[in-house]
């Protein structure tokens, strides 16, 4: 069974790619057979993913490449090919688990829309292309794939195409993340030219294992930034995450499977991927290419989660949620935690999409609202929703022991503190945790608390086939506690491959009181902030915000997002547009004039052969045929048809003859 | 007084002239062909009586003339009325004046 998979990891991906080119090409009004197949598609990709997984848990640091030969050039062949390790095979099962919810869930989220078909295939498509990401054992063929992602992305954040704003988001996303790509692609061609090879595991030849790495030297810093910059676009990592709150514009299960769970995730997974680039040369643990990533990640993190607070979208606040949570997991990889990011990583995978998807129903439920301060105590209306709700809020906020996110992070906040070079990270991600309960608390307090406000009538629970996978995806978040408990670090183990024991003591260690205090401080602060959110108290209305209300200024900082989409419009927009401008200029006046004037020399030259042919040649072919007609003319009225005419000339002739020689002889 | 090749040239000149005359002037296509007969005839005449007044008359040169060119007339003759009442048919006159569409 195992050596079957082995042989054919290209199905994974291929399975969900056949299942969108059929679902596309089916009927528009074929929803349920289209619905039905896109989820099959995932279905058998889910089993796949099971199979290509338990050969992995069976050995130790498992790791079987599958390389084959795409094409030749000269002496150098262009290799692709497949791997499976942990690290894939985790990837694999949360994809496929997460993204199997997210199909089901949409078939509700999507009932009433009328390109569900195009949509699917589109999941689908994303799907195939995600999957492939993970298994990737080339970078050109990791490259591809992550390509296609953002191709995928970028179809389904546009996916309303009829609101100019999915449109220009669709735009943004797709043209912030290719620069980082840029980055990513420079940095291939470097490897490249370096190692030769671009393939991850070959055998001991591969670009990540010894013989390659020795060959790169001191380039590997630079190649692993520009690497990283691909990620820092893919994942929202400042100064390229302005484009992954606008993607919320998407259908909101594209936002959960998308830009929360598993394709903003690539970017920390290509970096734990080509993590020996990183660590190469590293001293202690710390690399120049490293210590970029942890204060990227910082920022990211810190900034994401302050603008999180005073935003009223529904979305966008889980949007920042993401960006902040991905700057965690940055930091954790440039610590040196690649495990611990890792697991973040499928921890967030699962509570992040149960937020999405919850947040998916409370907009169903009030008919389309996204506005939190327009909403207000669904806890009675949506009860399912709300429970599933509060556990993945539970779990983003990294409340301990019982939610996956408390371990990760706490496990984070371990790797974070033993980090030689500064202690800065480890205290700006305490101030990290406390904002991500903070923001929690403030959105479900808005959302579920509370009086019900202007768009919560007629609001309902939603149909089974939505809130079937909420339940499932919030088990997912409580049992992953289970295999992430640090008392047993089981996923810890079979990511790292380094043996650990069973400890009941380190259950119980200070970073557990330290998360506890500071998530009970977030939670508490907001509960004391947010008592009075949503309803009129005082002088001030229920619409506006108590942190508005107390400080207008910072709230208007935050609320517009610190700005920084103004000061991108105004530096490099700007910029761009000037130089839009200024090449429409040339083109207009500057290179149409040397096209003008070398039409002109060509249209005198015509000119000149228009007189040449017109006046001569026509005009002797012209006399030519006059001459000719006249000529005709003349000798067609000898003819008269009649007969005793012509009779009579030959009669005349003969007798001129005749005279003729008579006078002759 | 016996017959001299100069009575007989003069004779046939006549009857082609004749002939001629009635091919040119007459305006009924059957005439025309009657003319053309008679210079047919002349034409007949003269190979007879260069042969009869030639060095060698016992050779039958002449004669054997004469008669193709009377069976090669009397063919000519068919095809002509032939032509004449299918011309008839289909304009309705035998008039030449207005047989004229092979004008230029």
Known sequence: ?????????????????????????????????????????????????????????????????????????????????????????????????????????????????????????????????????????????????WELVGLASYLLIGFWIERPSAAAAAKKAFITTRIGDMGFFLGMLWLYNRSGTLLFYDGGKGCLESAGLAMLGASATFIALLIFFGAVGKSGQFPLHVWLPDAMEGPTPVSALIHAATMVAAGVFLVARVYPLFSLGAINGVTSSLTVVVWIGVTTALMAALIAIAQADIKRILAYSTVSQLGLMMVSLGVGGVAAGIMHLIAHGFFKALLFLGSGSVIHGCHGEQDIRKMGGLRRFMPVTFVTYAIG?????????????????????????????????????????????????????????????????????SPRVMTRPLIALALGAILLSVVLTPAWPWLHEYLTGEPVHFEIGRLIQPALFVSLVLVSAGIGVGLWMYRKAGVQAGDRPAQIDPLEYAQPALFRFLANKMWIDELYYRTVIAFSWMAARLSDWLDRYFWDGLVRGFGAIGQVFAMFTTGVDERGINAGVDETTVGARGLGRLMSAAHSGQIQIYLGVVAIGMLALLLLYAWLV | ??????????????????????????????????????????????????????????????????????????????????????????????????????KG
């Not at chain 1, 195009?118 to 298994?135: C, E, N, P, T």
């Not at chain 1, 974070?416 to 608390?441: D, I, N």
């Open chain 1, 393 to 461: 809020m539970m779990a983003l906020s990294g409340v301990p022991l019982f939610f996956s996110g408390g371990w990760t992070k706490e496990e984070i906040l371990h790797a974070v503190g033993h980090w030689p070079p500064s202690h800065a990270p480890y205290y700006l991600m305490f101030a990290g945790v406390v904002l991500t309960a903070l923001y929690m608390t403030r959105q479900i307090i808005y959302v579920f608390f509370g009086d019900p406000r202007a768009s919560v009538d007629h609001s309902h629970e």
């Open chain 1, 1 to 145: 069974m195992s050596a079957w998979i082995l042989d054919r990891l290209w199905l994974i991906p291929a399975v969900p790619f056949a299942a969108s080119l059929i679902v596309l090409s089916l009927p528009n009004a074929w929803r349920r057979r289209a619905a039905a197949l896109a989820a099959t598609g995932q279905v058998a990709a889910l089993a796949l993913s099971v199979v290509a997984f338990l050969p992995t848990v069976q050995t130790h640091g498992f790791r079987a490449a599958q390389n084959f030969t795409w094409f030749t050039f000269g002496d150098n062949a262009l290799q692709l090919g497949f791997v499976l390790d942990p690290l894939a095979a985790a990837m694999l099962l949360m994809i496929s688990l997460v993204g199997l919810c997210i199909f089901v869930f949409s078939i509700g989220y999507m009932a009433d829309d009328k390109n569900f078909v195009r949509f699917f295939a589109y999941l689908s498509f994303f799907s195939g292309a995600m999957l492939g990401v993970v298994i990737a054992n080339s970078l050109l063929l990791l490259f591809i794939f």
């Open chain 2, 1 to 102: 007084m016996t017959p001299t090749l100069q009575a007989f040239v003069l004779v046939s000149g006549a009857l082609f002239s004749i002939g001629l005359l009635a091919a040119l002037s007459r305006r009924h296509a059957i005439f025309i062909l009657i003319g053309i007969e008679l210079m047919l005839a002349a034409a007949n005449l003269n190979f007879i009586a260069f042969w009869h007044f030639a060095p060698q008359p016992h050779q039958p040169t002449g004669v054997m003339f004469a008669i193709f060119s009377i069976a090669i007339s009397a063919a000519e003759a068919a095809i002509g009325l032939a032509m004449v009442i299918a011309v008839y048919r289909h304009y309705h006159t035998t008039n030449v004046d207005q047989l004229d569409q092979l």
